[in-house]
Each structure stands twice: as structure tokens, then as C-alpha cells.
């Protein structure tokens, strides 16, 4: 069973802070890794898609790469109360996407 | 321009019922899936198209379960004979080749079954 593993959370910062979010996956053979943003009652958002390791910078996000490792992250700088949400890793799998459960995150001002 | 839309926003049904809901993906993507998300998850995959065609239905659970997309946009998913067990936010996502596999959603269904 193919897997993307996430800590539930919550995971807590102070506004100003930086917000680092991981991801572990199973399947070597996935290419394309992507961050999610979801609102309480709202869809999934599209944030992030990584396919190189490395890092990706996009404003105030910044995701990881490391497929030897077989793990994904996102950062967020300055992080703001309006980044309070839950993010959702997803690696492709290989045309449909494999989920992580998400990382509920708290920004506290 | 326009993103997915999904109808209806909202569906409660009694158990046994059949339903159905209905995608309309971004114009131009030829790519569409349906995912399912419980409280607490993340999405499921369900199934995805590539055209009209179902690609890969791996993730339906059952034969009660079904979707067509007939024209190559919009996309049906039904559901017979349904039980609380299919209570969830179904989800469509579309996406355009040449994207490397980045999927838009749409708002969701939330369908609960009582």
C-alpha cells in the first residue's frame, strides 16, 4: 500500500514565526509532489508542486525535496494567523494523487 | 477564468437512495478525477478520466459506485442503493496535460446519507 505519512498536528506558531511541515512517502517511483492548503470547510488548495530535489521558492513558501530520503516539506516565513489551516501533502501515484492525512496548523498572534 | 464547479454543494439523502453528482471541470482540462474526503482525512481517489474514458477506477470501493463522462467534460458520479457509510465531501479535480499532474479541486459535495 502506497503511503504519504504527515504529523497530524496541531503544530503551533507565533505570527512572525517560520512554519516547517514534513512528509514522508513510500513509492520511489513518484515524480511530483505538491502541497495543499485547506480552509475548515473548504476545498483543497493548490500551494506548492516540487518535482527536482531541492528547494522551490514561491513568496513566502518554500518547498523540499529529497527523494533519497523520500521526504517533502514546506516552510513558511512569516508565518500569519490568515496561514492557520490544514496542509495536505499529495504525491502522484502515478496520474491519480496519494494523500497524506494533513498538518493542522495554528498561527497565534 | 472559471475553476471546477461542482452541484450540488450539498445532498442529504436516506439510506437506499440513488444519487448523483455532477463535475464540470476547467475548460480545456482533459483530465478529471474524483476523490472522497472524511472528516479528518485526506482525500481518497475514487476515479480518473482521461477524456471520456476511465483511465482508472481502482479506487472506487464497490459496484455501487459508478461515473461516466460522456462528452469528455462534465462527469456524473453515482451512487446506488446508498448507506451512512458514504457520508463524505466528494471532490472533483481537474487537470491539463503538460502540468506535470497539478490537480485543481472544485468546492466539494458533502453527501450525507441518513
Known amino acids: 500500500q502506497k503511503e504519504v505519512e504527515q504529523n497530524s498536528g496541531p503544530l503551533s506558531v507565533p505570527e512572525g514565526a517560520i512554519a516547517s511541515l514534513n512528509c514522508t512517502y513510500s513509492d520511489r517511483g ?48 512569516d508565518s500569519q494567523p490568515s496561514d492557520s489551516a490544514t496542509y495536505l501533502c499529495a504525491v502522484n ?17 | 477564468g472559471a475553476g471546477v464547479s461542482q452541484t450540488p454543494s450539498n445532498k442529504v439523502t436516506e439510506k437506499g437512495k440513488y444519487v448523483e453528482l455532477r463535475c464540470d471541470p476547467i475548460s480545456g482540462h482533459t ?18 478520466f482521461q477524456g471520456t474514458g476511465a483511465a ?17 467534460s462534465v462527469s456524473t ?11 463524505a465531501v466528494y471532490l472533483c479535480a481537474s487537470s491539463s496535460t503538460g502540468t506535470r ?10 453527501l450525507t446519507v441518513t
Open chain 1, 93 to 109: 501515484s502515478p496520474d491519480k494523487l496519494i494523500f497524506g492525512t494533513g498538518t493542522r496548523l495554528q498561527v497565534f498572534p
Open chain 1, 30 to 77: 513518484s515524480q511530483s509532489f505538491f502541497w495543499y492548503r485547506q480552509y475548515s470547510g473548504k476545498s483543497p488548495e493548490l500551494i506548492m508542486s516540487i518535482y527536482s530535489n531541492g528547494d522551490k521558492e514561491d513568496g513566502r513558501f518554500t518547498a523540499q525535496l529529497n527523494k533519497a530520503s523520500q521526504y517533502v516539506s514546506l516552510l513558511i516565513r
Open chain 2, 31 to 48: 483530465a478529471l478525477y474524483w476523490y472522497r474526503q472524511s472528516l479528518g482525512q485526506g482525500p481518497e481517489f475514487l476515479i480518473y
Open chain 2, 77 to 87: 458520479l453515482k451512487i446506488q442503493r446508498t448507506e451512512r457509510g458514504d457520508s
Open chain 2, 56 to 72: 482508472d477506477d481502482s479506487g472506487l470501493p464497490n459496484d455501487r459506485f459508478f461515473a461516466v463522462r460522456p462528452e469528455g
Open chain 2, 101 to 110: 499532474g497539478e490537480q485543481y479541486f472544485g468546492p466539494g459535495t458533502r
